[in-house]
T-cell receptor, first 114, second 113 residues
Framework: GENVEQHPSTLSVQEGDSAVIKCTYS??????FPWYKQELGKGPQLIID?????GEKKDQRIAVTLNKTAKHFSLHITETQPEDSAVYFC?????????????FGTGTRLLVSP | DTEVTQTPKHLVMGMTNKKSLKCEQH?????MYWYKQKAKKPPELMFV???????INESVPSRFSPECPNSSLLNLHLHALQPEDSALYLC????????????FGPGTRLTVL
């Protein structure tokens, strides 16, 4: 089945810096890659997603890139703000693991210091 | 309405109790999910309902019993749980089909004594 690895597990940046979180996946048939932000005491919230027919997607300060050949995708946050502090999860959905099953990475705790 | 609601927010139960978790959405989604999340871990899929029928059961112990009475509601019935079942239980919903965003609820924090 699908396996997703995520790095780093923790990331500390200064306000205004950029943050990059990287994920690799194992199932070459995976075709959907969402990123979730989870704040303390809340459920995960989708912040951006990308499909396998697209190499990059951007939404204001957030961007995601996908390299299908290398089977990795990354989240880029520019001009970080303290409110970006949260745990971020990447996920992948593979055709062979059930069309609705998301496999999550282990999470990255992002801390943005003022 | 783009919200998934879950009740209760917190639940403490003994190992002999029977309780239920409830989830509701009014987005017209026909797929609904239960996830279990332990502290500092990612969500783990438990069950998926598609068009009110159970489509995925990730080998979850029978002390967890899901129910989807209609397209807007999802229940998780709990019986004879163990302390290691203490976790955040998340409900999510989506359109049926590939690449459809899953909307998560805030979760129920369950403690089993």
């Amino acid at each position: 089945g699908e396996n997703v690895e995520q790095h780093p597990s923790t990331l500390s940046v200064q306000e205004g810096d950029s943050a990059v979180i990287k994920c690799t996946y194992s199932d070459s048939a995976s075709n959907y890659f969402p990123w979730y932000k989870q704040e303390l005491g809340k459920g995960p919230q989708l912040i951006i997603d990308i499909r396998s027919n697209v190499g990059e997607k951007k939404d204001q300060r957030i961007a995601v890139t996908l390299n299908k050949t290398a089977k990795h995708f990354s989240l880029h946050i520019t001009e970080t703000q303290p409110e970006d502090s949260a745990v971020y999860f990447c996920a992948a959905r593979g055709v062979n693991t059930g069309f609705q099953k998301l496999v999550f990475g282990t999470g990255t705790r992002l801390l943005v210091s003022p | 309405d783009t919200e998934v609601t879950q009740t209760p927010k917190h639940l403490v139960m003994g190992m002999t109790n029977k309780k239920s978790l409830k989830c509701e959405q009014h987005m017209g989604h026909r797929a609904m999910y239960w996830y279990k999340q332990k502290a500092k871990k990612p969500p783990e899929l438990m069950f998926v309902y598609s068009y009110e029928k159970l489509s995925i059961n990730e080998s979850v112990p029978s002390r967890f019993s899901p129910e989807c009475p209609n397209s807007s509601l999802l229940n998780l019935h709990l019986h004879a749980l163990q302390p290691e079942d203490s976790a955040l239980y998340l409900c999510a919903s989506s359109q049926v089909g590939r690449g459809n965003e899953q909307f998560f609820g805030p979760g129920t924090r369950l403690t089993v004594l």
